[in-house]
């Protein structure tokens, strides 16, 4: 590692300047490692975009994917940073506790924590709290899912977005008749027996759908080979079926992951943001 005079590495320098052109690009400010939680000892941080002007903004929470062992705030759900921001929102991508250091629920916990934090503290990021989508990539995709079928008046959001989402965990453990290794992370299964099924079945947000939930987008690639694209289709037919509003968007031929679909299309964030901005209660 090289040392500037200033005691300050390349690395670290690399990194502000990025932060500066990102905010002058976007016009906007991007303020990163915010504590919004302490579990044990562990600080639970997150990264803001503030756009530039007044506000209140519509605000979204993004979280990560990585199988729920792995990821953090700023990978993976990357490639929606710019977007948001060009389209006017504030963000906020946090972090939450991975397995298998901290098995299931403290990642759902950790997510339905942020959303308390971000409404509480809502002003001090120009951040409007009756205009928020929770939008979630893969293993985060279940827990923005888990967060808006169970959600109470605390946790409760506008609309929720799940990119790739397992919605379904009993599913392809039904296909395969094997513990998955991400299942035996998250959530300790070694064996399937009646404790594992019912630990999958708590544990799917599919489970959970009722009447009265708030629009839902599913966004998936229809040859994605860790999460069938089945998931979505037949998640929709559930929400449909119970009364609800659950839109989907469908990349064709699009494996697992937002970063391989660059190269085949790009055209879901246009669509995502024509979607928040139809579907969030106000009109900005």
Same mark, same amino acid.
């Given at each position: 590692m090289?040392?500037?005079?200033?005691g300050k590495?390349w690395?670290?320098?690399?990194?502000?300047?990025?932060?500066?052109?990102?905010?002058?690009?976007?016009r906007?400010?991007?303020?990163t490692?915010i504590?919004? $939680?302490?579990?044990?000892d562990?600080n639970l941080?997150?990264?803001a975009?503030?756009?530039?002007?007044?506000?209140?903004f519509p605000?979204?929470?993004?979280?990560?994917?990585?199988?729920?062992?792995?990821?953090?705030?700023s990978?993976y759900?990357?490639?929606?940073?710019?977007?948001l921001s060009? &389209?006017g929102?504030?963000?906020f991508?946090?972090n939450?506790?991975l =397995?298998?250091?901290?098995?299931?629920?403290?990642?759902?916990?950790?997510?339905?924590t942020?959303?308390?934090w971000?409404?509480a503290?809502a =002003?001090?990021?120009?951040?409007?709290p009756?205009?928020?989508?929770?939008?979630?990539?893969? =293993?985060?995709?279940?827990?923005v899912?888990?967060a808006?079928?169970r959600?109470?008046?605390?946790?409760?959001?506008?609309?929720?977005? $799940?990119?790739?989402a397992p919605?379904d965990?009993? &599913?392809?453990?039904?296909?395969?008749?094997?513990?998955?290794?991400? *299942?035996?992370k998250?959530?300790?299964?070694?064996?399937l027996n009646?404790a $594992?099924?019912?630990?999958? /079945?708590d $544990?799917?947000?599919?489970?959970?759908? /009722?009447?009265?939930l708030?629009?839902?987008?599913?966004? /998936?690639?229809?040859k994605?080979?860790?999460?069938?694209?089945?998931q979505?289709?037949?998640?929709?037919?559930? *929400?449909?079926?119970?009364?609800?509003?659950?839109?989907?968007?469908?990349?064709?031929?699009g494996?697992?992951?937002?970063?391989?679909?660059?190269? +085949?299309?790009?055209?879901?964030k246009?669509?995502? +943001?024509?979607?928040?901005?139809?579907?969030?209660?106000?009109?900005?």
């Amino acid at each position: 590692m090289i040392i500037k005079p200033n005691g300050k590495s390349w690395t670290t320098i690399l990194m502000v300047t990025f932060a500066l052109l990102f905010a002058v690009t976007t016009r906007g400010e991007l303020k990163t490692d915010i504590v919004f $939680a302490q579990a044990g000892d562990t600080n639970l941080t997150l990264d803001a975009f503030v756009p530039e002007g007044k506000g209140p903004f519509p605000t979204c929470i993004l979280v990560h994917g990585g199988g729920w062992s792995g990821g953090n705030k700023s990978v993976y759900i990357k490639p929606l940073f710019a977007p948001l921001s060009k &389209a006017g929102f504030t963000w906020f991508s946090i972090n939450y506790r991975l =397995a298998p250091k901290y098995r299931y629920p403290a990642c759902i916990e950790d997510v339905e924590t942020a959303i308390r934090w971000i409404k509480a503290h809502a =002003a001090d990021y120009k951040a409007d709290p009756k205009r928020i989508a929770l939008i979630g990539e893969s =293993a985060g995709g279940h827990l923005v899912s888990l967060a808006g079928v169970r959600a109470k008046d605390d946790t409760r959001v506008n609309v929720i977005v $799940a990119f790739y989402a397992p919605n379904d965990l009993e &599913a392809p453990i039904k296909q395969t008749q094997k513990v998955s290794p991400a *299942m035996t992370k998250v959530l300790g299964l070694t064996e399937l027996n009646d404790a $594992a099924w019912k630990a999958l /079945h708590d $544990a799917s947000p599919i489970n959970y759908i /009722h009447n009265g939930l708030p629009p839902f987008l599913l966004i /998936h690639g229809t040859k994605d080979p860790l999460v069938s694209f089945e998931q979505s289709l037949k998640f929709q037919e559930k *929400m449909k079926a119970a009364g609800n509003v659950c839109d989907l968007i469908t990349v064709e031929g699009g494996g697992h992951g937002m970063v391989g679909w660059e190269k +085949i299309d790009t055209s879901y964030k246009d669509k995502l +943001i024509a979607w928040l901005d139809a579907t969030l209660p106000a009109t900005r």
